[in-house]
C-alpha cells in the first residue's frame, strides 16, 4: 500500500534561517506532488506541484521554493525565513485524475 | 478558471441531529468533486468523492454528499452527528481532463454539541 512521509512533525526557526521540509512517497511511482500552506487552521493555499522528476509548478511567488530530486521525493526550501512564513505545512500525493490526494501529516513551522 | 464556495465559516448542531455541510464549485467542464475532514494539528483526510454516475456519494464514518449539476452544488450531509464528527471539512474539485491540482474551498469549521 501507499504511505506518505512528511517530516519533521513541528519546527521553530529563527528569522533569517533556513528551512527544509522534506516529504516522501513509497508504494507508488511517479506520483503528482504537491506543497500546500494553512494558514491559522483554514483554508489551504497551494504552493507547488510536480508532475516528475525536475518539473516544478509554482502557484505563488513566495520566500519559497521546491525541488524533487527523485521520483518520490519532495522538498520545500527557503534560504531565508520571514515571520510569515510560519504555518502548517501539507505535502500530498495523487495518482490518476480520478483520485484525490493522500495526504501526510504536517509539519507545524513557527518563525520567531 | 475552476473555484469552491463553502459558504459557511461555521456549522452548529445538536448531537443526533442531521446535518449539512454546504459546497458550491465552478468549473468549466466535468468535474471530480471531493470532501475531505481535517482534525487539529492533523493532515486532510479523504471522505468522499464523485466522478461519475449516481449522484448520491456514501463514504466514509457515515458521510454523503449529493451532486446537483443544475445547482453546481456538492453538499457533505450525515443524518445523524456525533460528537466525533467535529472537525474543519474541505470541499475540493478538479477538472476530469488534464493534470490540474485540486482546488479546495476555505473550510467549514463543524461543531457538534453534546
Known amino acids: 500500500s501507499q504511505t506518505i512521509h512528511q517530516w519533521p512533525a513541528t519546527l521553530v526557526q529563527p528569522v533569517g534561517s533556513p528551512l527544509s521540509l522534506e516529504c516522501t512517497v513509497e508504494?507508488?511511482?511517479?506520483?503528482?506532488l504537491y506543497w500546500y500552506r494553512q494558514a491559522a487552521g483554514r483554508g489551504l493555499q497551494l504552493l507547488f506541484y510536480s508532475v516528475g522528476i525536475g518539473q516544478i509548478s509554482s502557484e505563488v511567488p513566495q520566500n519559497l521554493s521546491a525541488s524533487r530530486p527523485q521520483d518520490r521525493q519532495f522538498i520545500l526550501s527557503s534560504k531565508k525565513l520571514l515571520l510569515s512564513d510560519s504555518g502548517f505545512y501539507l505535502c500530498?500525493?495523487?495518482?490518476?485524475?480520478?483520485?484525490?490526494?493522500?495526504f501526510g501529516s504536517g509539519t507545524r513551522l513557527t518563525v520567531v | 478558471a475552476q473555484s469552491v464556495a463553502q459558504p459557511e465559516d461555521q456549522v452548529n448542531v445538536a448531537e443526533g441531529n442531521p446535518l449539512t455541510v454546504k459546497c458550491t464549485y465552478s468549473v468549466s467542464g466535468n468535474p471530480y468533486l471531493f470532501w475531505y475532514v481535517q482534525y487539529p494539528n492533523r493532515g486532510l483526510q479523504f471522505l468522499l468523492k464523485?466522478?461519475?454516475?449516481?449522484?448520491l456519494v456514501k463514504g466514509s464514518y457515515g458521510f454523503e454528499a449529493e451532486f446537483n449539476k443544475s445547482q453546481t452544488s456538492f453538499h457533505l450531509k450525515k443524518p445523524s452527528a456525533l460528537v466525533s464528527d467535529s472537525a474543519l471539512y474541505f470541499c475540493?474539485?478538479?477538472?476530469?481532463?488534464?493534470?490540474?491540482?485540486?482546488?479546495f474551498g476555505k473550510g467549514t469549521r463543524l461543531s457538534v454539541i453534546a
Open positions: 464523485y466522478i461519475t454516475g449516481d449522484n
Open positions: 475540493a474539485v478538479r477538472l476530469h481532463s488534464g493534470n490540474t491540482p485540486l482546488v
Open positions: 508504494g507508488t511511482s511517479n506520483p503528482n
Open positions: 500530498a500525493w495523487s495518482g490518476q485524475a480520478n483520485y484525490g490526494y493522500t
